[in-house]
């Protein structure tokens, strides 16, 4: 059995690079239907133990609740910061339960549980760290590891091959798994434009959110607008090479 740690970013600050797509109730709206299709694909999976949710967030408690999971505040973990929020939580984690450890982001809105299946089977059969990676190959959207293994967590900037770094210090073996139902984490207008392009595997919460409200054909049309523009500006740019 495997636990899971899920920090979550206060919903009325978040996807905040999506200003210039979504106003603060769309992106909020955006960030907490992603959520629920991560809650509700960890929810189903038979081989997690426990899911704890970590937020400052006003509603992160009822979310939790919601879908059985715990409720760890942010504010008494004692530090701010995403690496630190996830350390403390890590350890305080480990003090209760030997299992396992999967952290993940909560706006993977392709995420499905055979994606979760993949990750615990590899880290099952290979130990060690396993870094779900981003579809850039750059960042890391999930990690699996032994109970109290990690002990820095390097998101953020190529935190992919920063992962593997501080794994490699501590002695851990480190693996990279690549799946499209953990690589598209949405914070700008391209992942906006690459999940509405798969909405079809999208899970039930964002899916219905930008299929059946003005909120999807106004995104859609914005970003037609954008790449319509940008393919004129190249055009331009060619006419007076």
Known sequence: MTQVLLPLKDLVKAKSRLAGLLSPSERRALAQAMVEDVLTVLAQHGDISCITLVSDDPGAGMLAQKYGADYLPETALGCRGLNRVVAAAASRLAQDHSAPMLVLHGDLPLLSVADISAVLLRQR????????????????????????????????????????????????????????????????????????????????????????????????????????????????????E
């Open 125 to 240: 059969q290979q130990g060690g760290l396993v870094i779900g990676c981003d579809r850039h190959n750059i960042g890391s959207n999930l990690l699996a590891f032994p109970q109290g293994a990690m002990q820095r967590f390097c998101f953020g900037a190529d935190s992919c091959q920063r992962h593997r770094d501080a794994a490699q210090a501590l002695g851990m073996h480190s693996s990279v798994v690549l799946r499209p139902g953990i690589a598209l984490d949405v914070d700008e207008a391209p992942d906006m434009a690459e999940l509405m392009q798969q909405l079809d595997r999208a899970g039930r919460h964002t899916r219905a959110l930008l299929r059946h409200s003005d909120l999807g054909v106004r995104v859609a049309l914005a970003l037609n607008m954008t790449t319509a523009q940008g393919g004129h500006a190249q055009k331009e740019r060619s006419n007076h």
